[in-house]
């Protein structure tokens, strides 16, 4: 091949399209699996984590813990503070409809989304962040970037989300209301508060890839080819959910907040930052992340781990086939 032509192979591999025949395939059913497994399993703990996050009167009353007591009943259970064990469990399952559109697309958006970004980044840019960063970090770097892009695209998804945090914390702004209607009458209202969740969802989504990538370069995972053990997806996906969740926490109870807001009063990230500061202090900014990190940790985590563990697993097999 003369110099010509390999400089003319080399320019079209460079601005090819990626094809993904057998990759995508796996990424979508580990994704999809992930998102069905996480929805079963967790929508109850992402409705408490929502109630906490929404309520704007102090709960932990430090003195008392009767009063605390008290306070998470109310908080948590709302109009159902006063029933049944039974009672109190149902009602932690509104949204579901909304949660269950909402959840699966964006497991598959964001699990099986940020490997092909980083694909494309690594065959383009890879041989520079080596130079640069080294080559462990200069992947952890980019695979936290791709995430990070991967998060910042999932503010489409924001109306679903939106619906189903309504139906979680205020469900009389939805009652009576079909989602044909919703969209109609609300329209880019739904995606009120979408500057926040951009800013939000950057640096949580480079915090969750970039710390699983870290972890798993820290236990060789990759090396010679090899892959990950469920331990180990576990591990890293551990961490990289608790640098996420922490990172993006002040950010997520003021967009939690915009969110929950009735459709025909609505209010800015600012004013509410404003007054939550106020009313609550720096620690309201704060407000729900222990049980967060203890609940929806563990949400994450599990949905991260079965994405990819399934992911890798389906690949392996295309790959066999």
Known sequence: MSPKEEESAIRVTATSPVHMSGKSEARIIGSAVAGVSELALFHPVDTVAKRLMSTETQVV???SPAQTAANLNSAIFRNSAAESIGGKAMSLFPGIGYGAVYKILQRVYKFGGQPVVLDIMTKRYGADFDERFGHKTGHTLLSAT?????????????PLDALKVKAQTSPEQLHGRGVIDIFAKEGFGLYRGAGLTVMRNAPGSFAL????????TFMGVGEDGNRATWAQDAIASCVGATASISVAQPLDVIKTRIQNRPFDSPESG?????????????GGLFKGLTPKLLVVGPKLVFSFTIAQHLIGYFEQMKRQS
Not at 146 to 158: A, M, Q, R, T
Not at 209 to 216: E, Q
């Open 61 to 63: 009353i430090l003195n």
């Open 146 to 158: 791709s995430g990070s892009i991967i998060g910042i695209g999932e503010v489409v998804l924001l």
């Open 270 to 282: 600012r004013q509410i930052l404003k007054r939550l500061i106020e009313n609550e202090g720096v």
């Open 209 to 216: 890839f970039g710390g699983n990538t870290a972890a798993k």
